[in-house]
C-alpha cells in the first residue's frame, strides 16, 4: 500500500479522508449466502401474488410523458420520433459476440416476465448487497429498509406490473439478452424509476407508509436526474444541429467496406478517420498522405507517376493523426485526421467521417467510445463500415438523431474455401504463406520452433502484448516475399487492422480461455480470423482456404463458416467524465471512484438498447485507485481510469505507482527512478550486447539468452510503461518531463523485442510438443540468416545504440522542461485504445 505524503495531501487537497465505498460486499450470485435476516420483509414474503401478464405493444412501452426519465435542456427537436419500446429486438436471443456464456443466468421468456419480476422482488430486496448498496449512494439504513419493504410489497400486488407501468419501469428488459449482473441491475433500476416517480399520491404514499424524510427523496431525485441518459444523442450539440447522411458499409472481412468508405474520405476537404487500433490508424495516416488511397471522383491517369511509397501523387492527401500515445502532426490547417475512435473530438464539423470496425459497439469494454462515435460526430457523411448484425443498434441509436441512413451490403471479393483436410496434427504439412493461429503465448513460441524445425521455413510473429510497432514489423516480415519469413504465427490479434499476405489460416486451436474457463471462439472471431485468408489485391492467385491443425477441430470450423453471425444485441455507453464528477459530488463525501460507477450503472435509465460498459477490467483500476489512492482528486483519478495501464500486469503497475508517488510528491517525474530497482534496464543492456554479438557472427545459432522467454516478458511489461510515462507527458509536459528521452528508449525496447522474437524459439523449448501433435522428429534446422534489408537496417540501428545510450544516462539526470512539436491535447479522454 502506498502512502500519502503529507506533500502529497497538500498537492490533492481534497480533504478526502473516509471511503465509504468499498467492492467487496458485492457478491455475484444470488445464492443465499448473502441474505440478511430482513424481518421486515416477511409478511410480503410468503405471499407472492401472481396475475396473468399484460400483453405490452411496443406502443404502449413508450414511457409515458411527465415521468423520468427527464431530458437534458439540449434535446434537439428531431428527436421526437424515438421510439423508446424496450422491445424485444429480432434476434436478440442467441449469445451477444463479445459475452461469455453465463449458464446461470435465468432464460425468461416474454410472457413470463411479469411472474418472474414478482415472484423473485422480495429476494432481491432481501440481499445484503442491496441494502449496501443504497447505504454507500448514501441512503440511511432503516429508512432503506422501510422503502424496500414498500417496493416489494407493491410490486407483490402488482402495482408496478399493469401493461403501462410495466412498459414505464421496461420490465421486458427482464426477457433480454442478460450478462451476470443485469437482473441486479434492472431491479434496481426498477426500484429507482419507482422510488422517483412523481405523481404526488405516491410521494406521499412513500413518505406515509416507509417514512422517508424529504431529504432522502431529493437526493433520488438527483441522483436519478445525474445518472439517466435515456437520450445519449442529446449529449452532442454539435452533431445535433446537423442532418448527417450515415452510410453503413456491411459485409464480411475482405469485401471492400472499408476501401468504399476510404475513398470518400480521400475526396473530402476535411474528415476523420476513427480506428480501434493504434496499428489502423497509423497505416491509413500514411496511405493517406503518400497517395494510397484513390480520392472518390478521380480517376487514374496513364501518365501518373508512382511516389516513393509506391502512391500516386496527385493522390496525396496530408493528413494528421493522433492516437493515445503518439501525434504527427503535419501542419495546423490540414484538413484529415486519423485517430483511434477514444481520442475522437466531438467540436468540431467535418465533410466525412469514417468509423472502422462498428461491431465494436458491442464490445463490453471499449464499445462505448463507438456509440458516442455513431451519437457524436458532427459530419455531413458518416461511414460505419463493419459486420451486417450492428445494423439493428445503429438504426436504434439514429432513431434519436433525425439523420437518414443509407445501408450498402457487399461480398466478399475473394474466395473462402474450407480445405478438406487438417493437418493431421503434423507440422511437416505447414505452407509458405500459412498463418497458424493458437491463443497463448507459449503455443506461439512452441509452434514457430516446431514448423521452423520441421520445414526449414521461418516464422514472423504477432500477438496481443507484442507493442503494435513491432506487430506490424514483423507483418511486413511475413508480407515481404524477400525476408525468409513465410509462415505467420499469431493469436486472434491477426483479426484485425493487419494486412498481412496470408494464403491459409491454419487454426491449431479453436478454443480460447477467457474469464470464466476455456470456450469455443465464437462464430465471429472465427469468420473475422479465418477471412484473413486470401486477402484481395495482395495475391496473384486472389482467394484463400482455412484449416484446421487438429481433425477433430473441423467440423466445429465448417459449422462457423456455415453459421451466419451472431447478432450484436446491444451497444454500449459509459457515464462521461463530468456525468461521474457531478455523481460524485453527490455522493457521501470519500465515495470511490468504483460507488459513483455503480451509481450509473443501478439508477440512471438508459434507452433499452443500450447497456453500461463491463466493470470487468475496471476491478484492478479500482484497486489501485479507490484502495491505494483514495485521496486523489477527482480529475487525477479519472486520468488515470484512461490512462493506458495495463493494470493486470503488475510489474508495469509498479513503475506506474512510483510515478504517480513522485508526481504527487515533487511534481517531477523521473522514467529512471520510477524503475529504479528493477531489472528493466539491465536486461535491455544484456540483449543489446548479444544483438552486438549476433552482428559479428550473422548468426542466431550461437546467441544464449537465458530464461528468455521470462525476459522477452519483462521487456514487453517495460514498453508498456513507457507507453504509460509517453501518454502521461502528453497530459503533464512539465511533470513527466522526459518524454524524448524514454521516447528513445521505447524505440530501443521495440527493436529488442524483435530480436527476441528470433532468438527464443532457438533457446528454448516453450511447449510440450506433444501435446500440439508433435512427432518428436527433430529435423535438423537449417541455419537461418536475415534478409539484407533487415540486416543493414539492424546495422545501423546498433551504431547508433552506444551514442543513444549515452545521451539517455546524462539526460535522465534531472529534470529537463523541453517543449514537444505537438501537443494539442484538447482531448484527453480515454485512450483505452488496442494497440
Ligand atoms: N474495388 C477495389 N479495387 C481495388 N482494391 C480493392 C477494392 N476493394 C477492396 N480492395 C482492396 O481489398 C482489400 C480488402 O478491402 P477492405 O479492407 O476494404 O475490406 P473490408 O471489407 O473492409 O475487410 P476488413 O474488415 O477485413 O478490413 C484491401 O487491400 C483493399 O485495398
Request: aromatic residues 8%; charged residues 25%; contains cysteine.
Amino acid at each position: 500500500m502506498l502512502r500519502i505524503s503529507s506533500c502529497q495531501q497538500s498537492i490533492w487537497a481534497l480533504g478526502q479522508t473516509s471511503r465509504v465505498g468499498s467492492k467487496r460486499f458485492i457478491s455475484s450470485g444470488n445464492t443465499g449466502k448473502d441474505l440478511l435476516n430482513l424481518d421486515f420483509l416477511q409478511p410480503f414474503s410468503q405471499k407472492s401474488v401472481r396475475r396473468p401478464p399484460p400483453v405490452a405493444s411496443s406502443s404502449s412501452l413508450r414511457p409515458p410523458t411527465g415521468h423520468y426519465p427527464r431530458r437534458g435542456p439540449n434535446h434537439a427537436s428531431g428527436s421526437k420520433n424515438f421510439d423508446g419500446s424496450g422491445r424485444i429486438p429480432e434476434g436478440s436471443r442467441g449469445s451477444a459476440r463479445y459475452e461469455q456464456q453465463q449458464p446461470h443466468i435465468p432464460k425468461i421468456t416474454p410472457s413470463s416476465v411479469i411472474p418472474y419480476f414478482e415472484a423473485n422482488v422480495t429476494t432481491w430486496c432481501r440481499q445484503m448487497r442491496t441494502l449496501k448498496r443504497l447505504e454507500t449512494f448514501g441512503f440511511p439504513l432503516e429508512e432503506s429498509k422501510r422503502l424496500l419493504m414498500l417496493f416489494a410489497q407493491e410490486v407483490q400486488h402488482g402495482k408496478l406490473s399493469g401493461s403501462e407501468d410495466a412498459s414505464f419501469h421496461m420490465l421486458d428488459r427482464f426477457a433480454q439478452t442478460h450478462e451476470e449482473s443485469s437482473i441486479d441491475t434492472i431491479y434496481s433500476t426498477i426500484f429507482f424509476s419507482w422510488l422517483t416517480q412523481t405523481e404526488h399520491a405516491h410521494r406521499s404514499r412513500i413518505i406515509k407508509k416507509a417514512r422517508v424524510s424529504s431529504s432522502t427523496l431529493a437526493l433520488a431525485d438527483e441522483l436519478m436526474e445525474t445518472t439517466s441518459c435515456y437520450y445519449p444523442a442529446d449529449n452532442f450539440p454539435f452533431a445535433r444541429t446537423m442532418h448527417r447522411k450515415v452510410i453503413m458499409h456491411v459485409g464480411p472481412t475482405n469485401s471492400g467496406k472499408t476501401y468504399h468508405a476510404l475513398r470518400a474520405l480521400a475526396a473530402a476537404k476535411t474528415g476523420v478517420y476513427a480506428s480501434p487500433l493504434r496499428l489502423l490508424a497509423h497505416e491509413i495516416w500514411e496511405r493517406l498522405n503518400t497517395g494510397q488511397i484513390q480520392p472518390l471522383g478521380i480517376e487514374k491517369d496513364p501518365s501518373d507517376t508512382q511516389n516513393s511509397s509506391g502512391g500516386n501523387p496527385r493522390w496525396e492527401r496530408p493528413c494528421n493523426m493522433i492516437t493515445g500515445e503518439e501525434q504527427r502532426i503535419m501542419g495546423e490547417d490540414v484538413g484529415l485526421l486519423s485517430c483511434t475512435v477514444e481520442m475522437l473530438g466531438y467540436q468540431a464539423k467535418s465533410d466525412v467521417a469514417v468509423i472502422d470496425e462498428i461491431q465494436m459497439i458491442g464490445d463490453p469494454d471499449r464499445g462505448a467510445a463507438w456509440t458516442d462515435a455513431v451519437l457524436g460526430l458532427a459530419a455531413k457523411e458518416l461511414h460505419l463500415c463493419g459486420e451486417e448484425t450492428v445494423i439493428p443498434v445503429v438504426e436504434n441509436l439514429l432513431k434519436d438523431t433525425g439523420d437518414e441512413l443509407i445501408i450498402r451490403r457487399y461480398e466478399r471479393l475473394t474466395p473462402l474455401a474450407v480445405e478438406e483436410e487438417s493437418l493431421q496434427g503434423d507440422f511437416t504439412n505447414v505452407r509458405k504463406g500459412d498463418c497458424i493461429v493458437t491463443f497463448s503465448r507459449s503455443n506461439i513460441f512452441g509452434i514457430k520452433k516446431m514448423v521452423e524445425e520441421k520445414t526449414g521455413m521461418r516464422c514472423a510473429v504477432v500477438y496481443g502484448r507484442l507493442p503494435p510497432e513491432v506487430r506490424s514489423e514483423q507483418a511486413a516480415l511475413f508480407n515481404d516475399p524477400n525476408s525468409g519469413y513465410d509462415v505467420i504465427i499469431g493469436s486472434d490479434a491477426i483479426g484485425m487492422g493487419l494486412n498481412l499476405k496470408i494464403k491459409r489460416v491454419v487454426f491449431e486451436s479453436l478454443h480460447k480461455f477467457s474469464a470464466g474457463g476455456i470456450n469455443p471462439l465464437s462464430v465471429s472471431s472465427v469468420k473475422q480470423i479465418a477471412g484473413r485468408a486470401g486477402r484481395y489485391g495482395l495475391h496473384a492467385d486472389a482467394g484463400g482456404s482455412t484449416t484446421t491443425l487438429h481433425a477433430q477441430d473441423m467440423a466445429y470450423l465448417k459449422q462457423c463458416l456455415d453459421t451466419p453471425y451472431v447478432a450484436v444485441d446491444y451497444g454500449r455507453i459509459s457515464p462521461s467524465k463530468e456525468g461521474l464528477s457531478t455523481t460524485m459530488s453527490i455522493l457521501p463525501e470519500g465515495s470511490s471512484i468504483e460507488t459513483a460507477f455503480d451509481a450509473h450503472r443501478f439508477i440512471g435509465k438508459i434507452p433499452p438498447h443500450l447497456r453500461y460498459s463491463s466493470q470487468n477490467q475496471l476491478d484492478q483500476v479500482y484497486d489501485v485507485i479507490d484502495n491505494e489512492w483514495a485521496d486523489m482528486p477527482m480529475e487525477a483519478k479519472m486520468l488515470l481510469l484512461y490512462a493506458p495501464v495495463p493494470w493486470r500486469d503488475t510489474k508495469t503497475v509498479d513503475i506506474i505507482k512510483n510515478c504517480l508517488t513522485m508526481f504527487s510528491e515533487t511534481m517531477s517525474v523521473q522514467f529512471d527512478k520510477a524503475i529504479e530497482g528493477t531489472k528493466f534496464m539491465s536486461i535491455l543492456d544484456e540483449v543489446e550486447e548479444k544483438m552486438k554479438d549476433q552482428k559479428s557472427t550473422n548468426s542466431l545459432e550461437d546467441i544464449d539468452i537465458p530464461n528468455a522467454s521470462d525476459k522477452l516478458m519483462l521487456l514487453e511489461s517495460f514498453h508498456k510503461a513507457t507507453v504509460f510515462y509517453i501518454w502521461m507527458s502528453f497530459r503533464h509536459p512539465v511533470a513527466y518531463s522526459n518524454f524524448e528521452q524514454v521516447s528513445a528508449l521505447k524505440e530501443r525496447i521495440e527493436v529488442v523485442l524483435n530480436f527476441m522474437l528470433d532468438v527464443i524459439s532457438k533457446k528454448e523449448n516453450l511447449l510440450q510438443f506433444k501435446q500440439l501433435g508433435g512427432k518428436g522428429r527433430r529435423a535438423t534446422a537449417k541455419a537461418q540468416d536475415y534478409s539484407p534489408r533487415r540486416e543493414t537496417e539492424k546495422l545501423q540501428y546498433l551504431n547508433k545504440l552506444d551514442l543513444q545510450k549515452l545521451k539517455l544516462s546524462k539526460e535522465m539526470g534531472g529534470p529537463t522542461l523541453k517543449s514537444y512539436p505537438t501537443k494539442s491535447s484538447s482531448n484527453t479522454s480515454s485512450p483505452k485504445e488496442y494497440s
